[in-house]
């Protein structure tokens, strides 16, 4: 169980769990729409408060204000489905091409209170994470500083939302590697080494970017292999 340093949110980490990418036989003409639409998106700004970090951080309506614009010009939409079982919250989302190709991911997690109110803000909290980790969104600062704010070397999960993408790029580089080299004794703790010293944005990006390919031959997407690994190391 851990805090959302953002919105002070409890969340169970250890019984989130994220399914297999799922996707249209083709994605080609949606890949370019999105291409596209991540060229055109700004960021989405941090226009809420946590009083009790004393932080600031970008809320739904923020994230979707970064993606509304971008996306309905290149025939982009967004669906999510909240389901669920007992004791469990589920959100799928999916973006969809207006040639009809999409893709589609399933979001899970246990909210700490199973009343109405518990419920509601778990969805919210899974719909932020889960659209912006699709989109590619991310959160900058309002005062447009947020590009020469230094970069945290703490692997401790801390107030900065400031992604490196190169950083992200080399550690999914880093993580499908680790996947083909199939390696069953040392692969769960190489994982746990990779993804423990990133902060949660860095975390879902991470997620996003392994999520778009996968082994050759191989029906489950990288991230599905390296999220196993995971889960034998936290056994």
């Not at 970008?58 to 994230?63: E, Q």
């Not at 590697?177 to 994982?191: I, R, W």
């Not at 746990?192 to 991470?206: A, G, K, S, V």
Request: net charge negative; charged share 25%.
């Amino acid at each position: 169980m851990s805090v959302d340093t953002e919105t002070g949110e409890v969340v169970r980490e250890d019984k989130a769990t994220i399914s297999d990418f799922e996707c249209s036989q083709d994605i080609a003409e949606l890949s370019k729409a999105l291409c596209k639409a991540q060229g055109a998106m700004k960021g989405a700004v941090k226009d809420s408060s946590n009083p009790f970090f004393k932080s600031k951080y970008a809320d739904l309506s923020a994230v979707w204000d970064d993606v509304r614009e971008p996306f309905a010009k290149h025939g982009l939409s967004v669906i999510q489905m909240p389901t669920g079982g007992v004791g469990n919250v589920s959100l799928v989302t999916q973006i969809t091409h207006d040639s009809g190709q999409w893709i589609r991911s399933k979001l899970t997690m246990v909210p700490v209170k199973t009343d109405p109110q518990g419920i509601g803000s778990c969805i919210t909290y899974a719909r932020r994470y889960a659209l912006a980790a699709m989109a590619g969104v991310y959160q900058i600062d309002d005062d447009g500083n947020q590009a020469s704010a230094p970069q945290q070397k703490t692997g401790r999960v801390d107030d900065s939302v400031y992604i490196d993408e190169g950083k992200i790029q080399e550690l999914a580089q880093d993580a499908r590697h680790l996947v083909d080299m199939d390696n069953e004794e040392d692969g769960p703790k190489a994982a746990r080494e990779l993804y423990e010293p990133l902060n949660t944005d860095e975390r879902m990006r991470l997620q996003a970017v392994m999520k778009y390919s996968a082994p050759e031959g191989c029906k489950q997407t990288y991230w599905a292999i390296f999220h196993k690994h995971l889960q034998k190391a936290a056994k």
